[in-house]
């Protein structure tokens, strides 16, 4: 065992957050995401919310400073009234970070799918907020 890894964190996670390379991007999905049809590499944190994984990558993934939106989110699509409260979670989890942040990409739901494809690993959560999905771009130190 090794000391202060965040229960959240498995094995099978660390290893993906170790072997992405800058600019690499990692999807944390919410429960209603087709993460195993889209994903290169699935990574199942079924049981986990969204934010205490984002907390937890966030304590060893550095966001990628060099782009705009080094996180990106799926827009809400139009018609749909839902209200995404977490988002404002999400921002203040990146603030408390230390990571340099000024605000989402917001990206176009079929858009989004798409470039989940590309990324290098999709976290497939039991996140029950709608409009969950959350695109960490990976920086340098």
Not at 56 to 68: G, H, T
Not at 71 to 99: F, N, Q
């Amino acid at each position: 065992m090794l000391k202060n890894i965040p229960e959240v964190i498995s094995p099978e996670l660390m290893k993906a957050l170790m072997e992405m390379g800058h600019g690499d991007e990692i999807v944390l999905a919410d429960g209603n995401f087709p993460a195993a049809s889209v994903a290169n590499k699935l990574i199942r944190c079924d049981g986990h919310g969204i934010p205490k994984i984002l907390e937890a990558v966030l304590k060893f993934l550095p966001l990628d400073q060099y782009v705009e939106h080094p996180a990106a989110l799926m827009s809400v699509v139009p018609g749909d009234k839902t209200k995404p409260t977490i988002w404002e979670e999400y921002r203040k989890i990146i603030k408390v970070s230390g990571e340099k942040f000024s605000d989402f990409e917001f990206v176009e739901r079929f858009a989004f799918y798409e470039r989940a494809k590309n990324a290098y690993a999709v976290v497939a959560t039991g996140e029950k907020s709608l409009y969950a999905n959350i695109i960490l771009k990976k920086g340098v130190l």
